[in-house]
């Protein structure tokens, strides 16, 4: 066995995975901001939802791409737990559109088409045309990927040494799954790993039931990926990847237990024989092609969409009950904040009865202050010791602030004209945008904390204790601030004031030490700039949590007026 056969199978492998990025890129380039958009909006329904999947995996040439996406989506709070289950249940059918494609093997159209694209890509006038020259390119470089493929492992599967390492090595059905499993883990593809084994398959390399069992191990691969994807994402995104990976688990399970008669649906609904063997001699006559078998790509293509249906099909109809396990799968701490980007208690369907919409703003409203304020204690924690799990959970928390800053404000929006109190709304969305604030000016002190670890700046002693003390001023008119909200009153308010003046007055006097620690040379410049910027963003939090508790008076005095 050459190892001229070895370079050249791997060559091809290297090109047709060059080629599916090429193509993948081209997609997104020319669909894919439009599609993301409809995404968000179109997957209120698990039957649409599962639709969009589909069409995200299409678009993306993967389904580990799209599921990696679609993670991304749950910890941005776009779509829900029981939303991502349908779309993660669709990219498995948008994945078998590639494969299908990919079946036909026109290697023939491979080379016109890199020429095409190429001349595109380079040559073209505007942004479209690139995009569609990269396309163009993708597509002969997987199809010339494919027949270099396919000829460098022919000659390899003669060899009886792989025969023998193939009859022990694939002697178990579960040696196949896991092998597939593996292989879309490495490669980061679904559809790209099917070309590979259609490619092995056709030379003769492994046999058709094989292919099938490695094909059917695809999809745990996949669902590794999603799993790391959502290692350091929220509860929500940890919750969807482990429910999707149990799906896939239970749906190679069954596909093992009824393996024949998988096998033989793959072949009723397939044309030819999977191990019919092209004819020895036409690779005597043309001396170019080695005999290959010309059917088996289109049944394992097959097999591929047969598997991805069928699990659509069984599972889809109970992502409601896996949603609901989902607290019983991965229970979450019951101590501490529900950070979860999305809403909980507001609901556009009850924007035309506005005393309950009221009540689900205020309740939302509520669930921001306790975010904020969590937030804005575990950066204190910060200064104690510092921790990079703990800069994880600050981000979540931040990113829950901002996403409900949007969708609250927008509920607000839509409920202005039907409240009755004309003050009421405008009062609830400049608490709204206080809250964001304070967790904007938050994140704004721990990444100075972050800064100033990484940088190895150091404070002198009296400059960490100016801090501290600022640190716990304000951590009471936070606290005063975020538990004022629908009892605030006028001693209320004038104690917030106090604490306001007083922290600003402890900003002056601190900046005036910081000064004269500079001057005297006790301070680096390096220093001397994130102690400035922790100052101002710990008196700005101050004005904010003022503000709040002043909105929330005038807020109540207005209700009660509206009342008389």
């Known amino acids: 066995m050459s190892l001229t ?183 980061q593809s679904s559809s790209a790993a099917t070309g590979i084994v259609i490619a092995l398959a056709t030379s003769g390399l492994i046999s058709f039931a094989d292919g099938v069992a490695i094909i059917t191990g695809e999809v745990l691969g996949t669902a590794s990926i999603t799993a790391i994807a959502a290692i350091n994402g929220t509860k929500a995104a940890k919750r969807t990847s482990l429910i999707y990976f149990v799906i896939n688990i239970l749906a190679v399970a069954l596909a093992l237990v009824f393996f024949p008669v998988f096998l033989k649906s793959i072949a009723f609904l397939s044309q030819g024989d999977a191990e019919f063997i092209s004819p020895a001699i036409e690779k005597i006559i043309t001396n170019l092609t080695p005999p290959t078998r010309p059917f088996i790509a289109r049944h394992l293509a097959n097999a591929h969409t047969i598997f991805s249906v069928f699990s659509a099909l069984l599972f889809l109809p109970f992502i409601g009950f896996f949603a609901r396990s989902a607290d019983i799968l991965l229970p979450g701490k019951k101590e501490g904040v529900d950070i979860e980007p999305r809403p909980r208690f507001i609901d556009s369907r009850i924007i035309n009865t506005p005393p309950i919409a009221l009540i689900q703003a205020r309740n939302e409203l509520k669930r921001m202050a306790e975010i904020a304020r969590s937030m804005f204690n575990d950066t204190l924690e910060q200064f104690n010791s510092y ?43 400049r608490m709204v945008s206080e809250l964001e604030h304070i967790g904007d000016q938050t994140e704004t002190i721990q990444d100075c904390l972050r800064s100033k670890k990484e940088k190895n700046i150091y404070f002198s002693e009296t400059a960490v204790e100016e801090l501290k003390s600022l640190a716990a001023k304000v951590s009471e008119i936070v606290n005063l601030s975020t538990g004022s909200l629908g009892n605030s009153d006028t001693e209320t308010l004038r104690d917030a004031l106090s604490q306001k003046d007083s922290i600003e007055a402890m900003v002056e006097e601190f900046n005036n030490s910081h000064m004269d620690r500079l001057t005297t040379g006790r301070c680096t410049a390096a220093a001397g700039l994130i102690y400035t910027d922790m100052l101002n963003a710990f008196n700005r939090i101050a004005e904010y949590s003022y503000n709040i508790i002043k909105s929330e008076k005038e807020l109540i005095d207005a209700i009660s007026i509206g009342g008389d």
């Open 387 to 429: 921790d990079a799990k703990r800069v994880i959970r600050i981000k979540q928390e931040e990113e829950a602030l901002d996403i409900l800053q949007r969708e609250v404000s927008g509920f607000l929006v839509l409920l202005s004209g039907r409240s009755p109190n004309p003050l009421e709304i405008p009062g609830m969305l």
């Open 5 to 187: 056969f070895i370079w050249e199978a791997l060559g091809g492998v290297g090109l047709f995975v060059l080629g599916m990025k090429f193509m993948s890129d081209g997609l997104q380039k020319l669909a894919g901001d439009r599609l993301r958009r409809f995404l968000e909006k179109t997957t209120g329904n698990r039957l649409t939802a599962t639709l969009m999947g589909s069409c995200l995996a299409s678009l993306l040439q993967s389904s580990s791409a799209a599921s990696i996406l679609v993670i991304g989506f749950v910890n941005a709070g776009l779509i829900s737990l029981y939303q991502a289950l349908a779309v993660l249940l669709g990219t498995g059918i948008g994945a078998t559109l590639v494969i299908q494609f990919i079946a036909f093997n026109i290697s023939f159209f491979a080379l016109p088409s890199i020429f095409i694209g190429v001349i595109l890509k380079f040559f073209g006038h505007n942004r479209r045309l690139v995009y569609i020259g990269d396309l163009l390119a993708g597509i002969g470089l997987v199809f010339l990927g494919l027949q270099i493929m396919e000829s460098g492992f022919a000659p390899i599967s003669q060899s009886a040494l792989v025969r023998g390492v193939h009859s022990q090595f694939f002697s178990w059905r579960i040696t196949g799954v896991v092998i597939g499993a593996i292989l879309t883990f490495l490669v």
